[in-house]
């Protein structure tokens, strides 16, 4: 299930940059884990191959540990334009995770060709 969702998610990401990358995010992270902790911030649309995060629930999930709200932080960050202090959220998470987001960032600042 979490593999069909992930897909989902990154196909109703697809055309735009940062939105992609939040989903890069969500669907890494945590060896994978934390889109299954997302679930009930989660609108799956297997119908139309698609699934969408509500960010404000995300975001403000009581169930999520420090280090889970800070990727969900930054991913939200992304795929909204919240702003956020991007150090912050980068402390303390391992490298692997780290890794991820910096990716995320760097896949979020590309431009499309027309």
């Not at 109703?12 to 009930?40: D, F, H, M, Q, S």
């Not at 509500?54 to 709200?69: F, H, K, Q, T």
């Not at 932080?73 to 992304?78: D, E």
Request: with cysteine; aromatic share 4%.
């Amino acid at each position: 299930m979490t593999t069909t969702l992930a897909y989902r998610l990154q196909n109703a990401a697809k055309g735009t940059y940062p939105t992609e990358a939040a989903a890069v995010i969500i669907t890494r992270a945590l060896n994978g884990r934390l889109i299954t902790k997302l679930a009930p911030a989660i609108d799956d649309q297997p119908t139309e191959d698609m699934a969408f995060i509500n960010w404000n629930i995300a975001v403000c999930d009581g169930l999520l540990s420090g280090g889970e709200r800070r990727l969900v932080a930054i991913a939200a960050s992304l795929a909204t334009r919240r702003q956020i202090n991007l150090a912050e959220d980068l402390t303390g998470l391992d490298d692997t995770n780290a890794s991820i987001v910096l990716d995320a960032l760097a896949h979020a600042l590309r431009t499309r060709r027309r």
